[in-house]
Antibody
């Protein structure tokens, strides 16, 4: 049974870099894309980006200039870095597995981490 | 980005009611549409994938339909545990996007 455990700093000052890591347990690290999704307080879900075990990454265009997602296959971990944060980046950040069916046609977020609240405040 | 628009944004219903939530994509996404349920303070939970496939362990009162640009999530007989927020999400594009959510409340 695949499980995701995430951690990282929960309080940042404006202009700092947000860093979160997600560890994958109990599943095949190479079978998925590994995603980051965030949710500002009281608002909806926003996909940030994702990466596969080979390091192929996709990002939300409006965040692309500030976002970097990396993967460490030796530890079955992937990480999010978001630079130059502002109050608008305050959100609960989730890691999730983006699973594709056998044909790679249908993809869906089937397993989620518990979420990390990141607050940006001076 | 492909824009996903849900309606209604909120919905009041009673236990036992049948309800439908609609999701519209800004361009055709084939059947690459997923539905999630989120309860306060919890991570979203996958309900339906590929527009109409029920995720393992999800009650059969949940169903999805549609293709192209128009999709629906139906709950056939609301149970107390179904009151939550529901999101659609497209996986047609490598830039994934979610709908804004539909909050289902008890009448």
């Amino acid at each position: 049974q695949l499980q995701l455990q995430q951690w990282g700093a929960g309080l940042l000052k404006p202009s700092e870099t947000l860093s979160l890591t997600c560890a994958v347990y109990g599943g095949s690290f190479s079978a998925y894309y590994w995603s980051w999704i965030r949710q500002p307080p009281g608002m909806g879900l926003e996909w940030i980006g994702e990466i596969n075990h080979s390091g192929n990454a996709n990002y939300k265009p409006s965040l692309k200039s500030r976002v970097s997602i990396s993967v460490d296959t030796s530890k079955n971990q992937f990480s999010l870095h978001l630079s130059s944060v502002t109050a608008a980046d305050t959100a609960v950040y989730y890691c999730a597995s983006d699973y594709g069916d056998y044909a790679g046609e249908y993809w869906y977020f089937d397993i989620w981490g518990r979420g990390t609240l990141v607050t940006v405040s001076s | 980005d492909i824009q996903m628009t849900q309606s209604p944004s909120s919905l009041s219903a009673s236990v036992g009611d049948r309800i439908t939530i609609t999701c519209r994509a800004s361009q055709s996404i084939s059947s690459c549409l997923n539905w999630y349920q989120q309860k306060p303070g919890k991570a979203p939970k996958l309900l339906i994938y590929a527009a109409s496939s029920l995720q393992s362990g999800v009650p059969s009162r949940f169903s999805g339909s549609g293709s192209g640009t128009d999709f629906t999530l139906t709950i056939s007989s609301l149970q107390p545990e179904d009151f939550a927020t529901y999101y659609c999400q497209q996986s047609y594009s490598t830039v994934r996007t979610f709908g804004q959510g539909t909050k289902l409340e008890i009448k």
